[in-house]
């Protein structure tokens, strides 16, 4: 880690009410009695008490650039247990960054992206889960998300992680013990014992990876897509619910020949909506394509939205769709029912076991009942919420299944009677793969790209 000092705009760079320089490292303190002046006070900020607040100037070779009030915070209670300042400026563009160009004048440099809370991990305040978990907060897209985000910081995931780790490496030592002094540990009925064990670590493994997918939808939103066959609503649905006339709508079967995806808020949950084109057998070799992505979209969902034109009969290309969706999460739509319907709730049960509403996509009718009925399904049944952690990470959910796997071939290397002394080879694998969870077993080159994702100034 380099231990020079680092400064950035930690807020939004635009027009507001204040801004925030924030400046760490061992020369941080020194860097802003560089640039501060006390409008009172004549000590340093090296002399002040930690944790206190000052009025006063930043000055660049003796020329005010602003008003400000500093924050003076001495390690090692700060965000990266460092020495830290926080210089609250106007909220100007061109004054905040003068502000910072007169600090990386007078000793700073820029932080890289996430700099400052790789700090915080490599010093040891937080781990990588929770680090990973500040991102998610910066870019929660709704509650759930937020609050996932939130118990992941608290260490939620480290102390499952932990427990676990701790318990493998008490296998790991007694095996070793064993192995090293067989005269006064004896391993001959441990691998009962272990394989008890293992079960109930996979038992734990498995808990956090059933939490994927609903960790997912959580973190991302549900990937909702709209398909019926032409012309049965599907673009008119996708403007209703956007408030919007984002898609075309004409009565010309095949307009939308490509997807067009947006995100909505239903509650505090977004669906991300993919309009399709109209799936139907057709001989033109770009809505051929357009009709391809939708079924291939349709199969990739968390949600169908099916939309059936109420006012006239089904037909093959419904028949397909039926049949495409059986196995899905969907939900029916019948569409026009300000006109003279002749399809109802009994035809589609018929063919298939799914809830219908009845909509009027163009006079915006049933669209709450809609909006409801997704919310009972996912905050009622799906996404039935609690403290539980949610796995929303990639890089987690692999190492999870590494240790997963790695258990497995210590329980097949049980069953087939082998030495003992080879449990401990993928006892350590599955003990480094969760390691990697928290930090604790990472490479450089690993820690370098996850904090890179971050915005500058955090």
Do not use: W
Request: glycine content about 6%.
């Amino acid at each position: 880690m380099n231990i020079d000092t680092i400064a950035a705009i930690a807020t939004a760079v635009n027009n507001g009410g204040i801004s925030i320089i924030r400046i760490s490292g061992p020369e941080a303190i020194a860097v802003a009695d560089r640039v501060f002046q006390p409008k009172k006070e004549e000590n340093k900020l090296s002399s002040m008490k930690s944790h206190t607040v000052h009025y006063g100037y930043i000055k660049d070779n003796g020329k005010v650039i602003d008003e400000v009030l500093t924050v003076i915070m001495k390690a090692p209670n700060t965000y990266t247990r460092e020495d830290v300042v926080e210089i609250n400026c106007h909220g100007g563009v061109i004054v905040t960054k003068k502000v910072l160009e007169t600090v990386i004048k007078n000793g700073a440099r820029i932080a890289e992206p996430g700099e400052f809370t790789k700090r915080a991990f490599l010093n040891g305040r937080i781990d990588l889960s929770q680090a990973e978990a500040v991102s998610d907060i910066i870019n929660a897209k709704n509650t759930y998300a937020l609050k996932n985000s939130l118990n992941q910081l608290k260490g939620n995931v480290y102390t499952k992680i932990k427990e676990l780790r701790e318990n493998i490496l008490h296998d790991l030592a007694y095996l070793e013990a064993g192995l090293d002094d067989p005269e006064h540990i004896d391993l001959d009925d441990f691998k009962y014992l272990l394989a008890d064990h293992i079960n109930d670590y996979n038992k734990d493994i498995q808990k956090l990876l059933d939490t994927v997918g609903n960790g997912r939808i959580i973190k991302e939103g549900i990937k909702t897509v709209i398909v019926g066959k032409p012309n049965a609503g599907k673009s008119s649905l996708l403007n209703a619910l956007m408030g919007t006339d984002r898609a075309i709508v004409t009565d010309i079967p095949g307009t939308t020949r490509d997807t067009l995806e947006e995100s909505i808020m239903i509650g505090d949950l977004c669906l991300n909506i993919i309009d399709t084109a109209g799936i139907r057998n057709t001989t033109d070799i770009v809505e051929n394509m357009g009709v391809e992505r939708a079924r291939s979209m349709t199969m990739d969902s968390d949600l169908i939205l099916y939309v059936v034109d109420a006012s006239q009969p089904l037909d093959e290309n419904d028949e397909e769709i039926i049949e495409l969706i059986k196995d899905k999460n969907a939900v029916v739509l019948l569409n026009k029912s300000d006109l003279s319907p002749i399809i109802n709730t009994e035809t589609i049960n018929q063919k298939l076991k799914k809830e219908v509403l009845f909509i009027s996509a163009k006079e915006k009718e049933g669209l709450e009942e809609l909006e409801e009925y997704i919310k009972n399904m996912y905050f009622k049944g799906i996404l039935e919420y609690n403290d539980e952690v949610y796995i929303t990470n990639l890089r987690q959910e692999e190492a999870l299944r590494r240790g997963q796997e790695s258990l497995k071939i210590v329980m097949e290397t049980i069953n087939d009677n082998m030495p003992e002394d080879l449990y401990a080879v993928d006892l350590m694998n599955a003990y480094e793969a969760l390691g990697s969870i928290t930090g604790e077993q990472v490479d450089e080159d690993l820690v370098n790209t996850i904090f890179r994702e971050f915005c500058m100034g955090k």
